[in-house]
């Protein structure tokens, strides 16, 4: 008998050793993670009582301004727990048909709450997990709280910023589209799409090259081929009716540490007006230039022309004075000596030697450099000037003109005034002989 009773003892150790352990070990567990957890035991004819709790529990209920101690919730019924954590009258009801359905269908049920404690949002994850015996039945309920409160409010800023930013690239003037590292387009604007004369269909998962004219394909793929980081290049590209449009691209790569070139966003405008504005500028300007050279060609023509004219004016001039001479020398000349041997009076060759003398003056080459003062007198003046520059006197002057000397003296200081000569010591018929 001594033999069975050392056995039933020894079992009987073992079986608390490993009973021990096993409560460290889930207490280990049950404590040592950031979830909410509780342990609930089911009662046959009563609604389950709380049995355990961890310090995720205590810990987030302190922070709520809820300063319980394990022992203040153990043993209490689900709706008493839930009013001491304050929750409200929707949340009680949603956490007492989750735990009612675990209980009646012995399957894990899954829920999504959202509550204020203490004037604080609380959103979470529920688990009601049902523990069995080795007869089916449910012993235990575990309940598992993942707060997503954090997550939802990264996940509705992000929300928030997303259409912030779809908004904004939307509205933008400028088109926008993000490729791959192959240049296929992932996302356009509706900007780029207006433009483009696609549906957004037509556009995603297309290379963009493919877009463009035969005489920028190569050009742009080459160039994008070779850039380094950010680049502005101008294209051509191919509307569906065949219009070709003129696009400024302003690219950006878009990079990650881990995951290397993850393609590249690009600023797209479209610059067909300034295109059409600069090629006809081009043309105007070839347009000038040609007539600025067939101007300037015209110009030479006529210069040379010109320029034979007026060799041709200056030897027709030489000839007129040639002839003048001569026929001074000739015929006039010869015509006045017969005259004035004719002539008796003294009256007569006075007035003829004053003719004479005129004559002479005309045909001299010096006569033709006479000044601007001598160019501004009278007829009248310059009859006298020229027969006071002869030395006849006032009288003699008004004799011949058949005028009074007091006429004739008006005149010689109106000539003296006209060139330069009043108030000034200078006589009048040594400024004539000298002009």
Not at 94 to 120: D, F, M, N, Q, W
Not at 201 to 222: G, I, K, Q, Y
Not at 372 to 398: C, H, W, Y
């Amino acid at each position: 008998m001594e033999p069975e009773a050392t056995v039933s003892k020894a079992d009987k150790e073992k079986a608390e050793w490993v009973n021990k352990n096993t409560k460290n070990c889930f207490g280990v567990v049950f404590n040592s993670g950031r979830d909410i957890e509780m342990l609930w035991e089911v009662m046959p004819d009563a609604a389950p009582r709380l049995k355990a709790v961890n310090q995720a529990l205590l810990t987030r209920l302190s922070k709520y301004g809820f300063n319980y101690a394990e022992q203040d919730l153990i043993g209490k019924y689900p709706i008493e727990v839930m009013n001491l954590l304050g929750a409200d009258h929707a949340a009680i009801k949603l956490c007492v048909e989750r735990y009612e359905t675990a209980l009646a269908t012995k399957t894990p049920v899954e829920y999504e709450i959202l509550h204020y404690v203490s004037g604080k949002k609380y959103h979470a994850e529920n688990q009601m997990i049902p523990i069995l015996d080795d007869r089916g039945n449910c012993t235990h309920l575990f309940y598992n709280s993942h707060d997503l409160t954090n997550i939802k409010r990264i996940e509705a800023n992000l929300k928030e910023y997303d259409i912030r930013y779809r908004s904004l690239v939307n509205t933008m003037q400028e088109g926008l589209v993000r490729v791959d590292r192959d240049w296929r387009i992932i996302y356009a604007n509706q900007r780029f799409i207006g433009m483009s004369g696609y549906d957004r269909t037509d556009l995603l998962e297309t290379s963009f090259l493919d877009f463009l004219s035969p005489e920028s394909f190569e050009e742009a793929e080459e160039k994008l081929k070779n850039k380094n980081g950010r680049g502005i290049y101008e294209f051509e590209f191919m509307k569906p009716d065949g219009e070709r449009l003129y696009l400024s691209v302003s690219t950006s790569a878009l990079c990650e540490d881990t995951a290397g070139h993850l393609g590249e966003v690009w600023v797209i405008s479209d610059i067909s007006d300034r295109k059409i504005a600069e090629e006809e500028l081009t043309r105007l300007n070839r347009s000038l230039e040609c007539k600025v050279k067939e101007r300037t060609n015209e110009l030479k023509s006529l210069n040379t022309a010109l320029k034979v004219l007026l060799k041709k004016r200056e030897e027709d001039k030489k000839e007129i004075e040639k002839n003048i001479f001569k026929n001074w020398e000739m015929v006039v000349q010869p015509f006045l000596q017969s005259l004035k041997d004719t002539l008796k009076a003294d009256d007569q060759l006075h007035l003829f030697s004053i003719l004479e003398n005129s004559l002479k003056e005309l045909i001299t080459p010096f006569s033709r450099k006479m000044t601007d003062p001598m160019i501004s007198l009278t007829p009248a003046e310059v009859r006298i000037a020229a027969m006071i520059k002869q030395g006849f006197t006032n009288k003699e002057i008004a004799d011949a003109l058949h005028n009074s000397p007091k006429t004739i003296k008006n005149h010689r200081e109106n000539i003296r005034k006209k060139l330069g000569l009043k108030h000034k010591g200078i006589n009048l018929r040594t400024f004539l002989q000298s002009a």
